[in-house]
């Protein structure tokens, strides 16, 4: 590690931070310095840490998309001045937030690790302080020329460090809370953090860092299941408020046959709806010509996520959709890989 390396460790709230309040018994977040009062070991590493307090901290049940834009702006506006960033978050939506962060920050050349923690960190058996204190290793590493190990916008939970763009939360109250199961993870930690250079992404070209804060937000999700009525359909697919739809699907992205389906699909397409398709599952992928409930979908217009999960695919339209009013153009990006978010 280089001896020289500084972080910036921005605190949005979350478990992590909180404790107990005696007269309601909810958990409530407390200060960054307590944070920093249970975590000694931090001070052993030879880093320059300096800290970021959003106000107010929010249970990130709370998380709007004010706070994405906040944070990469904040990321810019520091950007120069440290190696890495370390960003404590609630792990409810950590996925939402750090999929939407992986679009949003282009030409990343420095780490941006999530993490947060299943028990509060002043709890005797709390997961907070391995997490935090992995994650403030990998933000700081370097390699040999001196370039940052992990470039990427990622998430350290458990011993695991994995893209962000790639997770779910999986466990609601295990310390594994975390898996990407379309993707290896980038490093994984025991007695050293060995790292899957392979499977690390790295900006391509020279270009600088720069930030894409525009969000258009209109999307909706219908989850296709066994039951679902013709007018649940009507409404979310076709419904004023949306510009987007997610068809979160079957497999390996079948829906159902049943003409009533393939009618109101097909309306909304012709309303101009951008409809993408996602599977229920966690792990495969789309494949619209292996079956022809598939096939259905394709042939009214229903763009593949491929193996997304549905919250990157959530972040990846209200970025495109932010960046553009052109709706070919969006569906033809959805179906790119942008950030890793895919497999091709
Ligand atoms: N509700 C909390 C939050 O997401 C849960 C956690 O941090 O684990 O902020």
Not at 167 to 196: H, M, Q, R
Not at 211 to 219: A, G
């Amino acid at each position: 590690m280089n001896a020289k390396a500084s972080l910036l460790l921005i605190y949005t709230g979350g478990t992590i931070g909180m404790k107990k309040d005696p007269t309601e018994q909810t958990l409530k977040p407390f200060d960054f310095n307590q944070i920093m009062e249970e975590v000694p070991e931090l001070k052993k590493f030879a880093l320059k840490i300096d800290s970021y307090t959003f106000t107010p901290l929010i249970d990130s049940s709370d998380v709007e998309p004010a706070l994405w834009q906040d944070l990469a702006r904040l990321i810019e506006s520091r950007y120069n001045d440290y190696d890495g960033f370390v960003v404590l978050h609630g792990t409810d939506t950590m996925a939402y937030s750090a999929s939407m962060l992986s679009f949003m920050l282009h030409n990343l050349r420095k780490p941006v690790v999530f993490t947060g923690s299943q028990l509060p960190i002043g709890e005797p058996r709390t997961d907070g302080k391995e997490n935090l204190v992995s994650s403030v290793e990998i933000a700081a590493a370097k390699d040999r020329n001196g370039n940052a190990m992990v470039p990427e916008v990622c998430i350290c939970f458990h011993s695991l460090l994995l893209r962000g763009n790639r997770c779910i939360k999986t466990d609601a109250t295990g310390f594994e809370a975390f898996a990407s199961p379309n993707y290896p993870p980038l490093a994984t930690a025991g007695i050293d953090i060995v790292y899957n250079t392979p499977y690390i992404r790295r900006p391509e070209c020279d270009k600088p860092f720069e930030i894409h804060t525009k969000l258009d937000t209109r999307v909706a999700i219908l989850r296709v299941h066994p039951g679902i009525t013709e007018q649940v359909v009507k409404d979310t697919l076709l419904g004023d408020g949306s510009r987007a739809v997610i068809i979160e699907s079957y497999g390996s992205g079948n829906a159902i046959s049943k003409a009533w389906f393939t009618d109101i699909v097909a309306q909304a397409d012709r309303r101009g709806k951008i409809l993408v398709n996602v599977t229920q599952c966690n792990k495969g992928v789309v494949n619209m010509n292996l079956y022809a409930t598939g096939m259905a979908l394709k042939k009214v217009g229903v763009v593949s996520g491929k193996d997304i999960t549905v919250e990157s695919a959530l972040s990846k339209l209200f970025h495109l959709m932010g960046e553009s009013p052109n709706d070919a153009w969006v569906k033809a990006r959805f179906e790119q890989d942008l950030m890793g978010e895919i497999s091709e």
